[in-house]
């Protein structure tokens, strides 16, 4: 019975300790993450083997587990950069990033996990610098924003390709001149906006008064064409035509024959 009582308290000791093996060695990796698996006796990070996906897994317990978010994550910023003359310009900007899920275990050996602090934004605020300092005030307020945003990107990605992580978009979401420099710039678009204006009104009436002068240029002209074609025997002939014409009408009374003008017909009495 002793030996009895011995063993079974020996099966609950090594249950306890199989329990508690077993909640220390036990790891969950959430929705939108993954595992890189540190070996404390097998050669430290593992990169040669695809990161522990989502679920549930077992580790032994004096083995590790950094986990890290794969999904794509949003990063405000604003920085403080110069322009092409000496200008400050605050920029803000987001970034969407995301490690290379696939070379995690590197990313972790090489950089670590605030890979955000170390590479990312140093590399965002240094391509910032770099292409904003090609541009005028003007340039940025008007109508480089997309292409200073597109050059940004550019620059960071050729940088953070190559640190496993994955850069897939930069946006400038505003450019903030200072106030006494954005009011002059606004005085001179407008000015221009003006002169424009008024260009196109001189221009508009120059043309309407070219216009007129050739329509009237074009009636001058035929009336002279008229003028010679038309001889006294044609006019004569018209006048006895429409003569004609209004002694049929109801209208007429009296019609006197040659005593008109160059011998027309004279009608009298209408109504």
């Known amino acids: 019975m002793e030996n009895l009582s011995k063993s079974l308290v020996g099966l609950i000791v090594v249950g306890v300790i199989v329990v508690i093996v077993l909640v220390n060695s036990a790891i969950t990796i959430g929705s939108g993450e993954a595992g890189v698996l540190y070996r404390t006796f097998g050669g430290g990070v593992v990169t040669d083997e695809p990161p522990l996906g989502e679920g549930f897994h077992i580790v032994a317990p004096w083995n590790r587990v950094y986990v890290y978010e794969v999904r794509r994550q949003e990063i405000f910023e604003k920085m403080k950069v110069l322009s092409s003359n000496g200008l400050d310009i605050q920029l803000d900007a987001s970034v969407w990033y995301q490690p290379d899920a696939i070379n995690l275990g590197k990313l972790h050996q090489e950089i670590g996990e605030n890979y955000l602090n170390r590479i990312i934004l140093p590399t965002i605020r240094s391509a910032a610098r770099s292409v904003v300092g090609r541009y005028t005030p003007e340039q940025l307020y008007s109508s480089k924003r997309d292409a200073i945003q597109k ?3 550019e620059e960071s990605k050729k940088i953070v390709d190559d640190q496993y992580i994955v850069l897939d978009e930069i946006l400038v979401r505003d ?23 008024y260009e196109f009104r001189l221009v508009t009436a120059q043309k309407e008064a070219e216009r007129q002068i050739i329509e009237a240029q074009g009636k001058a002209d035929a009336n002279k064409i008229l003028s010679a074609s ?19 009408s109801p209208n007429s009374k009296v019609v006197v024959i040659g005593s008109g003008e160059s011998g027309l017909p004279l009608i009298l009495g209408g109504n």
């Open 151 to 153: 050059e940004i990107f």
């Open 230 to 248: 038309l001889t006294d025997k044609i006019l004569q002939d018209k006048g006895i035509e429409a003569t004609n014409k209004l002694a049929e």
């Open 175 to 197: 450019v903030t001149l200072p106030p006494t420099i954005k009011q002059a710039i606004e005085r001179k678009l407008k000015q221009e906006q003006e002169s424009l204006e």
